[in-house]
């Protein structure tokens, strides 16, 4: 075996590896991030489940818009702490749904507090496709 040759191919995996994963939280937008729900999903997106998926409650203490607001096109609230939270609605806030990492990891915060487990890629879907529409 021959370890400069073998730490060279490890070196062009991990660099590959990187590239792939800084590739996913680059910047994207909204219908980049869509797609891929929807490629997910197997399914298109309805806006009109999104708006009331994003409104009811699902049996717990909180909805998405108890502190987005239920027309996210405004500065909302953390419904606990009261930290001020930037517009939601991309058509309001330019960098929202610009970065896929930040968006999984708020998806998945929020989802696991309002329904207490992560959401569907069909979920996502759903309410990016009626935050798209959303107009302030």
Not at 69 to 90: F, M, W
Request: charged share 20%.
């Amino acid at each position: 075996m021959d370890i400069p040759r073998t730490l060279s191919l490890r070196t062009a995996g991990l660099a590959v590896a990187l590239a792939g994963l800084v590739g996913l939280a680059s910047a994207a937008t909204p219908a980049d991030l869509l797609a891929g729900y929807q490629a997910q999903a197997g399914e298109a997106p309805s806006a009109t489940r999104g708006q009331a998926f994003f409104t009811q409650r699902h049996g717990g203490e909180w909805a998405c818009g108890s502190c987005h607001g239920h027309q996210p096109v405004g500065t909302g609230r953390h419904a606990s702490t009261g930290k001020p939270i930037e517009p939601l609605a991309p058509a309001a806030n330019a960098q929202r749904f610009t970065d896929a990492a930040k968006v999984e990891k708020w998806f998945r915060r929020n989802c696991k507090d309002v329904l207490s487990r992560e959401c569907s890629a069909a979920e996502k879907a759903d309410v990016l496709a009626w935050l798209m529409e959303v107009k302030p």
